[in-house]
Structures are given as C-alpha cells and as structure tokens.
C-alpha cells in the first residue's frame, strides 16, 4: 500500500515537472522568436533598430506603466520562467538516473543507450545557460565590451563592433553566437513539440503539422539570429 502511494506520487510528481517544462518551454519559444524579429530590424538601418531597442526598453506599454517598468517586469517573469524551465528539466533528469540506477540493478548492467537527441538537449540547454548569462553580460548589462566603449555607443553601433571581425574578440564573439543559436534552433525543434505533446496538443492527427512547424520554428531561429551578426561580418551592414 505504502509503495504503491509513493509510485503514485511519484508519477503525479513527474508529470508536474513535465508540464511546468512545457508551459515554460512554449513561453520561451515564442520570446526568442520575437528577439530574433527585433534583431532582424538591424537591416532597416540604425535609426530603425536603436528606435525599437528605445521603445522596447522605456516606452513598451506606456502610459498604462510608468517608462521603464515593462521592462523589468518582463524580465522578472522572463527569469521565473527560465528558473523554472531548467529546474523542471534538472529534477527530471534526476529522477530518470534514479531510476535507470534501480533498473540497473536489478538487470545486472543491461543499459539502454541515451538517444542522441536526448543527450544533445541536456548538453544544449546547459551551454545556454551559460550563453543567457554572458549575453546578459554583453548586451544587457554592457559588463562585457567588445570594440569599444559600449556606454558610448547607440544600440545599433554595439551590434557593429560585437561581429565586426577586426579583431580575436569579436571573431569568438561570432563563434560563440553561432554556437549557441544552432544549439537554441535544436532545442527548439526537438522540444517544441515534446512540450506540446505533453500540453496535450500533439493528437494523432495534428503530430505532422506539430513536428513541421517545430522545425520551422528552429530553422527560423538558425536564419534570423545569425542573419544580422554575419551580414555584419562580410560588410553588408555597416
């Protein structure tokens, strides 16, 4: 009686910890997707992007909030939700190595080997983890300066100097970028539909337009988000 109740538990836990990493995961998707629309704004010149990074940062929702609010209580939710997106996915993880342990046990080493896209998306959403907060770093909170005196530089003139490739900085700045979109575009194409399977919209019928538009989705990542920073390393922004 005793163990069946903690299996039961066990399993509502589980399921909690799914859905919280879906929930999550779909709000994640649908904001990169809208940073990455920002970024592509850098093709309509300067005055265009530095007028979204201005109106983004102090006039978002005004004057329903005072300027500047938005911003932070975006960010603030933003971090509730990516804390709870890792924690959801670090506590399955857990419990599923827990539980290969037990199975290993008792079959005497008879492992099952880890699907490749499974281990691509522990190692991807652990290096972006670390990207997030050297991005934050670099952008946000301008700590990080590649070219120039950021403090000084409009929005638009940090994007130039970050990928212009006229010195080791910003050509690790470009491979690290590159890196962590392909690994972002992967993430979301396999976890995007795994978040919508678990919310309970993957029906039988809708999985091929779901697995569709998750790849859609990560292919629209992997072009938008390293369209800007390359154009700016072959000069066709400037």
Request: with cysteine; net charge positive; glycine share 8%.
């Amino acid at each position: 009686m005793d163990t069946s109740l903690k299996q039961k538990r066990g399993l509502q836990t589980t399921v909690g910890f799914k859905v919280v990493m879906a929930f999550s995961g779909i709000v994640l998707v649908i904001f990169v997707l809208f940073h990455m629309y920002g970024n592509l704004k850098m093709f309509f010149g300067a005055e265009s992007y530095n007028h979204y990074a201005e109106w983004l940062k102090h006039d978002l929702l005004y004057p329903i909030l005072p300027h500047g609010w938005f911003i932070w209580i975006f960010r603030i939710c933003l971090l509730l939700f990516l804390l709870g997106h890792a924690g959801a996915a670090a506590c399955l993880f857990l419990r599923n190595r827990r539980a290969r342990g037990s199975q290993y046990k008792v079959t005497k080493g008879s492992k099952k080997k880890v699907p490749l896209a499974s281990r691509t998306m522990k190692i991807g959403g652990i290096f972006l983890l670390i990207f997030i907060v050297f991005h934050i770093l670099h952008f946000t909170a301008l700590a990080i300066q590649i070219g120039g005196d950021y403090h000084a530089l409009t929005p638009y003139e940090r994007m130039i100097v970050s990928f212009t490739p006229d010195n080791w900085a910003s050509v690790a700045a470009l491979v690290v970028y590159t890196a962590a979109v392909a690994f972002l575009s992967f993430h979301v194409w396999h976890g995007a539909f795994s978040a919508l399977a678990t919310l309970g919209a993957a029906r039988t019928g809708a999985q091929p337009f779901l697995r569709g538009l998750a790849a859609l989705c990560g292919l629209a990542l992997l072009i938008g988000f390293l369209a800007p920073p390359y154009a700016i390393a072959f000069g066709f922004i400037s």
